[in-house]
């Protein structure tokens, strides 16, 4: 079988990687892909949130299964356009995408299922936004605990996290006047923040079988200690012992069966990836949003792990024959990625840096380079081309082994500008470890 994925990211890396492990795919194509893909699979000059374009290639080249990897194509409809022209293709349809594409349809959902998240307010105007942090705060304007939220697509930044007053106006004005993220500040909510340990479970479905897969954790801020500006993430470990098999449980019967049956009963059912972004709470675990896709870099220590064929896994999800994969079989062995970044990445950043030491980083033991934001130049040398440019992927017997060895391979590669966090993991190392 001949397989498209959709995408040119860390996670599309991943995906074209596990995918063309199986005995059954024949070709993997990328459309656009990226160096890394370049070597793992074959690339393909089409834009991915050009639908017709795509289309037009899976026709043409007897594409048996397309996999989407980003938000922004599910969100416009791809799924939809390819199931109308016969091929199978996995991922959510448009409306039960709207999960993610939306911020307030996503909080509606939850409201509806029953499902705890953070109490919110929705506004479609800066000026009744700023009227009710001010009503709100004006007794207590250096105590204003709040995330405001552009309502769509932000590339993973559209939620900024407040403590006074002034920050959260701020907020406002960045979304709603300056339109820091375009037409996704049309609407934003504003939301209780709440504190904890940030989650991220994600699930396949094909609308009646749910698979949780094991939880994993992002690291969504830019710096060491969790200090700085929100990112698409520095970071990722998988699984993560702050969720432990009762916690896990608990999320399917009270967060990802409810979320599914209602959207079943409203006649847009799930099938593909629902990734639930949770805050664990001193009350419990509660729903900070929904994805509707891997996550990104939590993609890669899982798809790293998984043992089952990912293939077989996908097409049976398209085929609502998931009941019949059975469990899913993975590496006893934790997983750490750790994102090498662009200077000046989640804000300003310059492309073209040649990237050097990535074969001596692909011979350190038990790890996986996932090229991100790359691309090959004119000479066919992989340069920088994001913000995130590699993740960096290791297993190991423990999580600090784990990274230990994802630190070794970050270490051989260079490229001007080239930065990382440096404690990816740390909290599952001396939360459960130490």
Known sequence: MNVLVVG?????????????????????????GNAGTAVDAENVDIADNDIPALLKFAKENNVGLTVVGPEVPLCDGI????????????????????????????????????????????????????RFINERYEESPEDCPVVVKADGLAAGKGAIVCSTRDEALQAIDLIARQREFGSAGDKL??????????ASILAITDGKTILTLPPAEDHKRAHDGDQGPNTGGMGAYCPTPSIDDEMLRSVEANVLVPTVHHLKRQRSPFRGILYAGLMLTSGGPKVLEYNVRFGDPECQPML??????????????VDQRLEDIGPLEWDDRPAVC?????????????????????????????????????????????????????????????????????????????????????????????????
């Not at 199986?22 to 990328?30: E, G, I, M, T």
């Not at 790293?304 to 293939?311: A, C, F, Q």
């Open 189 to 198: 909510i504003i939301e209780d923040r709440l504190e904890g340990v940030e």
């Open 8 to 32: 040119g990211g860390g996670r599309e890396h991943a995906m074209a990687w596990k995918l063309k492990q199986s005995p059954r795919a024949d070709r993997v194509f990328v459309a656009p």
């Open 338 to 434: 750790v994102v090498m970044a662009s200077e000046g990445y989640p804000g300003k950043y310059t492309k073209g840096h040649v990237i050097r030491g990535l074969e001596e980083a692909a011979k350190v033991e038990d790890v996986k380079v996932f090229h991100a934001g790359t691309k090959l130049d004119a000479d066919g040398n992989p340069v920088s081309n994001g913000g995130r440019v590699l993740g960096v992927t290791a297993v190991g017997d423990s999580v600090s082994a784990a990274k230990l060895q994802a630190y070794k391979a970050v270490k051989c590669i260079r490229w001007e500008g080239a930065w990382c966090r440096k404690d990816i993991s740390d909290k599952a190392i001396t939360g459960s470890e130490s």
């Open 304 to 317: 790293l792990r998984l043992k089952t064929d990912l293939l077989d896994l996908l097409e049976a999800t």
């Open 79 to 130: 799924v939809d356009t390819f199931e109308e022209a016969g091929l199978k293709i996995f991922g959510p349809a448009k409306n039960a995408a709207r999960l993610e594409a939306s911020k307030v349809f996503c909080k509606q959902v939850l409201r509806a299922s029953d499902v705890a998240t953070a109490d919110f307010s929705e506004f479609s105007s800066a000026e009744a936004a700023e």
